[in-house]
């Protein structure tokens, strides 16, 4: 079974500072790690993808992630936030055998840009 | 969005009612999965799909069926709305392809007074 711990459900950043969103996994397998955000009203979009290819992400609109598999975690950074970053991050897990296997969220952490 | 459109965007039922709530896709996909979306929750797994005829519960199946008679339609059904099961409710959809992502509509809001 796995699951994700995603660390305060609201973070708040300054414009132009660095965003650091935090997720931890448990895995019995080796994961297959997923971010995603959500804006308002809307439904969730793929940010990147962590399938043990490289352990450092990149995703879109300048997002990162780094698998630790020593500290179970895969956390998303952004050097230097922006407004229209404001939304809702989730991160979710999956087994390897991934065919019939369930994605697993988080519980999500929503991010506020303060201007 | 790829090629999902979920119906109704919006419904207020009553408890006690039936409900049904449609996703249809366009991109052929083998699976498809309906998640209800709740504050302090994230996403939970209702019931999935992997292919025609072919379905299993998730994490939060009771009091909803599924149904897929076909690639690219997949109903929810509320058996008898209650008002626990007022929530947003998203289906995705996923190519077979190995560690594919999944792919989200917009959502229905559910309300059950």
């Known amino acids: 079974a796995q699951s994700v711990t995603q660390l305060g459900s609201h973070v708040s950043v300054s414009e132009g500072a660095l965003v650091l969103l935090r997720c931890n996994y448990s895995s019995s397998v080796p994961p297959y790690l997923f971010w995603y955000v959500q804006y308002p009203n809307q439904g969730l979009q793929l940010l990147l993808k962590?399938?043990?290819?490289?352990?450092l992400v990149k995703g879109i609109n300048g997002f990162e992630a780094e698998f630790k598999k020593s500290e179970t975690s895969f956390h998303l950074t952004k050097p230097s936030a922006h407004m229209s970053d404001a939304a809702e991050y989730f991160c979710a897990v999956s087994g390897s055998n991934f065919g019939n296997e369930k994605l697993t969220f988080g519980t999500g952490t929503r991010l506020t840009i303060i201007p | 969005d790829a090629g999902i459109t979920q119906s109704p965007r919006h419904k207020v039922t009553e408890t006690g009612t039936p409900v049904t709530l449609r996703c249809h896709q366009t991109e052929n996909h083998r699976y498809m999965y309906w998640y209800r979306q709740d504050p302090g929750h994230g996403l939970r797994l209702i019931h999935y799909?992997?292919?025609?005829?072919?379905?299993d519960k998730g994490e939060v199946s009771d009091g909803y069926s599924v149904s897929r008679s076909k690639t690219e339609d997949f109903l929810l059904t509320l058996e008898s709305a209650t008002s626990s099961q007022t929530s947003v409710y998203f289906c995705?959809?996923?190519?077979?392809?190995?560690?594919?992502?999944?792919?989200f509509g917009n959502g229905t809001r559910l309300t059950v007074t």
């Open positions: 799909s992997y292919g025609v005829k072919d379905t």
């Open positions: 962590y399938t043990s290819a490289a352990t």
């Open positions: 995705a959809i996923r190519s077979g392809q190995k560690n594919s992502p999944l792919h």
